[in-house]
């Protein structure tokens, strides 16, 4: 278990709770963390930035009571800041935001990070990676969607890894680069070629009946992979 993944230089497998058995959450999560996973994600949705509603600040309390794991919430809302607060209050420790859900992203990271957690911009597949870049010297990671956001289970869009290598290549040591959609044995090597850091998998673990079997099995892809920290490369200087 990682207490805080941005101190370590290390690819991570993330589960997104999306994908777990709500009805037996703890035991969802005990077992994943306890079959190897980094830490655990939270997609948190309105219903309204996406055609779907997940859930919110309460089940994220109900997680923080369950397990010690690091916790990323990327929200999928139309209103970040709205939700910042009361998901960091409820035990977040990351928060993500959609770039397409603001007017001022630079102002959208202060006040978040007001709150005392680690804060993350995302992008849709629509838009371009440019989009993102006058907020990136203000973020601690950036989150790259390689699925259309609302539903899991979807199938990795090939077109997302040269955007991973394009953004990568702008990010200091310090910040993370993250995946999230699509993510399994199949694809996580491509991912971590192109520069992911984190690796968001949601049916590929929870939708395995033998969850320990699925982190070992992308655990291993990842060690296959010619992954290496970002902290032996250059920052592209604009």
């Given at each position: 278990m990682i207490a805080d993944p941005f101190k370590v230089h290390t690819p991570m497998i993330v589960p997104s709770i999306l994908s777990a058995n709500f009805a037996f959450l703890e035991r969802e999560l005990n077992e994943v963390m306890g079959a190897g996973a980094d830490f655990?994600?939270?997609?948190?949705?309105?219903?309204?930035?996406?055609?779907?509603?997940?859930?919110?600040?309460?089940?994220?309390?109900?997680?923080?009571?369950?397990?010690?794991?690091?916790?990323?919430?990327?929200?999928m809302v139309a209103?970040?800041?709205?939700?910042?607060?009361?998901?960091?209050?409820?035990?977040a420790q990351s928060?993500?935001?959609?770039?397409?859900?603001?007017?001022?992203?630079?102002?959208?990271?202060?006040?978040?990070?007001?709150?005392?957690?680690?804060?993350?911009?995302?992008?849709?597949?629509?838009t371009p990676a440019s989009a993102i870049y006058p907020a990136l010297d203000e973020v601690d990671l950036v989150l790259v969607m390689s699925v259309v956001p609302g539903f899991g289970g979807q199938k990795f869009i090939p077109g997302s890894l040269a955007r991973i290598e394009e953004i990568r290549?702008?990010?200091?040591?310090d910040q993370r680069l993250e995946v999230d959609g699509g993510i399994d044995e199949t694809t996580i090597a491509d991912a971590a070629n192109a520069g992911v850091d984190w690796f968001v998998c949601g049916s590929s673990i929870f939708g395995q009946l033998d969850r320990g079997q699925a982190i070992s099995d992308l655990r291993a892809c990842l060690t296959a992979s010619r992954w290496k920290s970002r902290a032996q490369e250059p920052v592209v200087e604009e």
């Open positions: 655990i994600h939270l997609d948190v949705m309105d219903g309204n930035f996406v055609p779907n509603i997940s859930f919110g600040p309460v089940v994220i309390t109900a997680v923080r009571a369950s397990t010690p794991a690091y916790l990323d919430a990327h929200l209103d970040p800041v709205k939700y910042a607060e009361p998901c960091v209050r409820a035990g928060i993500t935001f959609h770039i397409e859900a603001v007017k001022d992203p630079v102002s959208t990271i202060r006040l978040i990070k007001k709150l005392g957690c680690h804060v993350g911009v995302s992008l849709n597949p629509a290549k702008r990010l200091r040591h």
